[in-house]
């Protein structure tokens, strides 16, 4: 999954919040989030860099690539921890300097403001109140994730049992669930116990919509092994569609939002059938939805022929660049080349860039080239920049930022994006970040 979240964070305040940049098949999905650091699920394996924000020193923006398939689609759909989706926002992605957040130890101040038995509580409304400000105080406690999920589905179950008439009870109910999912409840028994809440007669008609819209979500991270899910899925949503009372003006077109947001990961060909059907819907929002997949997905096949036939001939690229040097990717056939779309202003760019020099040092002389494309707007921040980073090879820099000419025409839509041609200046690969050095020296040896 590629999905990039950029959030906020408060100094001392121990939680996160921001806009996730999910996708459909390359269709960006924003949405807001807000959730605390401590109950990251450690599946996304998230690298977190911050910096102050100029004019707000007590507050820090970072960029995280969300690593995880799974991990990904239940932070942009349940949410993580106790902060849930909030209201729609835009994609932003911002830049960063490389520097590591220094992970906080224990704090024995703070750890007896989370560590209080549930039972001592009088009310459902305190003990919620105390379950809801968990994440923030064991942020700023240092208390491991695990132990923090152990503490909370205690005070869950303890409010569960102690107060069964109380509104609060079904919150806590599907807390519960997704608790225990953090805890390493397969998913299919996750949507196993949403439907066990779905069905509860007592249950209030939103918590139970709720509740199936979970098990959906649920249904569809199984389906990432076991694609006889996806029926499970399909029924499950055809279902919804004949709930009654009918559910709220575009519940079921978010609910349809999800599937086809996980099928496109594995089929894309299903998606698009799945999105052609739902263009024929009554339901005006499905409908909308559908068709403006299928218009999209089409654009994005289109753009997938057009990699393959450009795999399929020499790559051919010649500008002059702003050292002056002429470029010309036919003079570098025999030669291995690494084609790097990059900025300066891109925080996980410059987090690249000593292993680029590094790899280009060692294997120049063995035949390995590369040519930078970069995104900047401003031609003498390059130039000030590889000089002091050793970046000895060829930029080019039009200072379109993301209308560069060359990233355009290749439609590079997010960076750092690296591409190797082989010797006979064939595209090999257009995601060579990963293990760039073992890869280039492969090619070299062919």
Known sequence: ??????????????????????????????????????????????????????????????????????????????????????????????????????????????????????????????????IQELPAKTGSSGIPRAELYTIANNALVELINR?????????????????????????????????????????????KLEAHRRAVVMLMLAAVKDEKALELVDRKIGGLESYRPAPPKGYIASVRKEQLNMLSRIDMAKAFELAKRLSASTDEDVKALGTAFMARAEKMMAAEKEMADLKSKPFELKF???????????????????????????GPCVEEVPTVVAAYKKLKDKGFEIIGISLDKNKKDVLSFIKENNMTWPQHCDEKGWKNEISTKYGISSIPAMWLINKKGLIVSTNARKDLEKQVEALLAE
Do not use: N
Request: overall charge neutral.
């Open 320 to 346: 002059t660049a702003i050292d002056g040097t002429e470029v010309d990717m036919e003079k570098l056939r025999g030669k291995v080349v690494l084609l790097d779309f990059w900025a300066t202003w891109c």
């Open 163 to 207: 107060f069964p008439e109380s509104p609060k009870v079904w919150d806590a109910k599907l807390l519960l669930v997704q608790v225990e999912v953090m805890q390493g409840t397969q998913p299919m028994e996750g949507a196993t116990q949403y439907e066990a809440i779905a069905a509860d007669l007592k249950a209030p008609e939103k918590v």
């Open 1 to 130: 999954m590629a999905c990039i979240i950029s959030i906020s964070h408060r100094a001392g305040s121990g939680r996160i919040s921001g806009v996730t940049g999910d996708r459909i098949g390359g269709i960006p999905l924003p949405c807001r989030l807000s959730l605390p650091p401590i109950l990251l699920h450690p599946a996304i394996m998230l690298h977190f860099r911050t910096r102050p924000i100029p004019g707000h020193p007590s507050r820090k923006s970072a960029c995280i690539p969300a690593r995880s398939l799974a991990a990904g689609v239940l932070t942009a759909t349940l949410g993580l921890g106790f902060g849930l989706l909030t209201a729609p926002g835009a994609h932003a992605q911002v830049p960063l300097a490389p520097q590591p957040a220094p992970a906080p130890g224990p704090d024995p101040s703070k750890v007896k403001d989370v560590l209080i038995d549930p039972a001592t509580f009088k009310t459902a409304e305190e003990l919620w109140s105390y």
